[in-house]
């Protein structure tokens, strides 16, 4: 008779072929013993290799043919295969140092009253380009300035015992058809329930994804938009400070008041003092992103943290235009609502959602 497994991976893909090869690489080195732990790999209707890349490495490759269903999906289907008592979410970029099922185990083991661990954003990109860079340091400055070590829940890597997690009813499908704050709102709902959870800061991984400047803009849009209209701008942001959406609005706030006072008073003054207001505004708000840019320099160097600075102010605006449009689309037509089935679930008090998302 086998061994019980320890621990049950969940990798939800979709063409990732450009990465998944190493994330799984990687995972295989684990230094937990390979019989005591199972891969299981969900293809998200894959048009690329992944699949392909998935059965070399994988006990298990669930494939999801047609319309593409989203993480939160994927995940679950993969949850309710896993054979282990805890759970480990992977995502198909991120890349685990070999401790990390051992050292995640050992955390559940030693505090019993704990139901999930999750890894903390490294300081290296997994790719070289600017954006990326970018994208990874605004990630980790939040982690490391406002991130709680109980309380955060970070999908990209994280365990979690399965009674916990179907207890607190899986991922959202239905409101989260691609990735976005699926795993911030499940995290919410695991609080909700009474469950405790742990961010490893000494446990740090590696994202592989390549950014550009309008993936990130397209994904700061996103995040922006749902959790004003959905998940509540002031609730989210006490239960979880670190949301990049905070990040970049936490100080954009006080610089806005600065440039719309000096532009009011620009209206009274004669032309010659404009050109002293627009740089006095642009002062005040490099001065309001003062502490990130000084993260940026100590990373990076001054160059970077020069060269960041109107990419980070474009960022700030777009997650702004995106939350006041939230903010008007839960005023005008409220939130997105789910489907009769999925209602008929939560009125019973059924929170694991219906095998197939529907949207009206």
Request: glycine share 6%; hydrophobic share 45%.
């Amino acid at each position: 008779m086998s061994a019980p497994l320890s621990v049950s991976v969940v990798v939800p893909v979709r063409n990732a072929a450009h990465t998944l090869g190493k994330v799984l690489a990687a995972l295989r080195a684990s230094e937990l013993p390979r019989a005591s732990y199972e891969v299981i790999v969900v293809d998200d209707s894959s048009s690329d290799g992944s699949a392909a890349i998935a059965a070399r490495h994988a006990d298990t490759v669930i494939r999801l043919n047609g319309r593409v269903c989203g993480p939160a999906y994927a995940r679950n289907r993969g949850a309710e295969l896993a054979r282990a008592e805890v759970v480990f979410f992977l995502d198909p970029d991120v890349v685990v140092p070999s401790d990390a099922l051992p050292r995640m185990l050992a955390t559940l083991a030693t505090h019993p009253s704990l139901d999930a661990v999750s890894a903390s954003q490294g300081e290296s990109a997994g790719a070289p380009n600017f954006a990326s860079q970018y994208w990874n340091l605004l990630l980790r400055f939040g982690e490391q300035r406002h991130a709680r070590p109980f309380g955060s829940f970070t999908g990209g890597c994280v365990a979690v015992r399965r009674t916990a997690f179907l207890s607190a009813g899986m991922y959202d499908e239905w409101r989260f058809g691609t990735a976005s704050l699926e795993s911030l709102e499940f995290g919410q709902r695991l609080h909700g329930t009474g469950h405790n959870t742990l961010r490893d800061p000494a446990l740090e991984v590696t994202r592989l994804t390549q950014w550009t400047v309008a993936s990130i803009c397209r994904e700061v849009w996103q995040r922006s938009v749902l959790l004003a209209r959905s998940l509540g701008f002031q609730r989210t942001r006490v239960d979880e400070p670190s949301e990049v959406v905070f990040t970049l609005s936490r100080t954009l706030t006080p610089a806005l008041a600065v440039v719309a006072t000096l532009t009011l008073a620009g209206a009274f003054l004669p032309h010659p003092y404009i050109a002293s207001e627009t740089g006095i505004a642009l002062g005040a708000v490099l001065l309001s992103n003062f502490s990130i840019h000084r993260f940026y320099a100590n990373a990076r160097g001054i160059g970077f943290a020069i060269a960041a600075a109107p990419l980070h102010l474009c960022v700030q605006i777009v997650s702004a235009i995106a939350l006041c449009t939230g903010w008007a689309l839960r005023d005008a037509v409220g939130d997105v609502l789910p489907d009769a089935t999925t209602q008929a679930y939560s009125e019973v008090g059924l929170q694991v959602w219906p095998p197939v998302p529907r949207r009206l």
